[in-house]
């Protein structure tokens, strides 16, 4: 059955997530990658298929599609219809850094060199309604919870993947109800290589502050709202 989804945020590392997850023995993702079912119109037929192809998966078995984390309430309602127990995971990266990695995504899909794009061809692309409902976590979140029990909603911070890809996995596996892994086999498992970088490309000063005017204030009311300390996001 439909056990779990991964559910964003874009370029907060659900890429990595995946590639891990991928290689626990007790978890399985039968579409792989990015489904984007939930987002594309469905009819029942459609979702009975989709349903389907996760009960033939005798283990634990969901998938990850960042898009999902701007569902509306009507289409979590209907997933919750069909799964009210899922687990979700939900990864959170600095939404300045979020922001500039998508534009270098933008970037690169418009078949352009960083040299080509002004600093108004940038902040366009900060403050286009993608960019910022993408960076939008309290709004996913509060949306989600307004369906799900918070208790069934894991939130992981990308940092974690860099400083302690360890720890954060074997949370993740917890709240998956798989068991967990030693830190061996998950260094075995390649859990300190990143995954999907981009071009890496450092944050021009001249947007820095574009970027921390933007997202100032959002940083701190997710901080109450998640009771977590995001000081460092607001320093970096």
Same mark, same amino acid.
């Given at each position: 059955?439909?056990?779990?989804?991964?559910?964003?945020?874009?370029? #907060?590392?659900t890429?990595?997530?995946?590639?891990?997850?991928?290689?626990?023995?007790?978890?399985?993702? =039968?579409?792989?990658?990015?489904?984007?079912?939930?987002?594309?119109?469905?009819?029942?037929?459609?979702?009975?298929d989709?349903?389907?192809?996760?009960?033939? /998966? =005798?283990?634990?078995?969901?998938?990850?599609?960042?898009?999902?984390?701007?569902?509306? /309430?009507e289409?979590?309602?209907e /997933?919750?219809?069909?799964? &009210?127990?899922? %687990?979700?995971? *939900?990864?959170? %990266?600095? &939404?300045?850094?979020? #922001?500039?990695?998508?534009? +270098?995504?933008?970037?690169?899909?418009?078949?352009?060199?960083?040299?080509?794009?002004?600093?108004?061809?940038? /902040?366009?692309h900060?403050?286009?309604?993608?960019? %910022?409902?993408?960076?939008d *976590?309290?709004? $996913?979140?509060?949306?989600w919870?307004?369906?799900?029990? #918070?208790?069934?909603?894991?939130?992981?911070?990308?940092?974690?993947?860099? #400083?302690?890809?360890e720890?954060?996995l074997?949370? $993740?596996?917890?709240?998956?109800?798989?068991?967990?892994?030693?830190?061996?086999?998950?260094?075995?498992?390649? $859990?300190?290589?990143?995954?999907?970088?981009?071009?890496?490309?450092? +944050?021009?000063?001249?947007?820095k502050?574009?970027?921390?005017?933007?997202?100032?204030?959002?940083?701190?009311?997710?901080?109450?709202?998640?009771?977590?300390?995001?000081?460092?996001?607001?320093?970096s």
């Amino acid at each position: 059955m439909l056990n779990f989804l991964g559910i964003g945020a874009q370029k #907060a590392g659900t890429t990595w997530l995946y590639e891990q997850l991928n290689r626990h023995p007790q978890l399985a993702f =039968p579409l792989g990658k990015e489904a984007h079912f939930w987002n594309r119109p469905h009819d029942p037929a459609a979702v009975a298929d989709y349903l389907a192809r996760f009960a033939q /998966i =005798p283990t634990t078995a969901g998938e990850i599609t960042p898009a999902y984390g701007m569902l509306p /309430i009507e289409t979590i309602q209907e /997933i919750h219809r069909h799964a &009210p127990g899922l %687990r979700l995971v *939900y990864l959170i %990266r600095n &939404p300045v850094d979020r #922001a500039w990695s998508s534009a +270098l995504m933008a970037l690169q899909r418009a078949e352009m060199t960083l040299d080509e794009a002004s600093d108004p061809w940038f /902040i366009d692309h900060f403050h286009s309604a993608g960019s %910022r409902k993408r960076g939008d *976590y309290q709004t $996913c979140l509060r949306t989600w919870h307004a369906v799900f029990p #918070a208790t069934q909603l894991l939130v992981l911070r990308f940092e974690q993947i860099l #400083a302690e890809p360890e720890s954060l996995l074997n949370r $993740c596996f917890q709240h998956l109800g798989v068991p967990p892994q030693t830190p061996e086999q998950l260094r075995q498992w390649d $859990c300190r290589t990143p995954v999907f970088t981009g071009p890496g490309h450092a +944050l021009r000063p001249s947007l820095k502050s574009v970027l921390q005017a933007m997202y100032q204030k959002p940083i701190e009311q997710l901080a109450t709202y998640l009771g977590m300390d995001l000081s460092a996001w607001l320093t970096s």
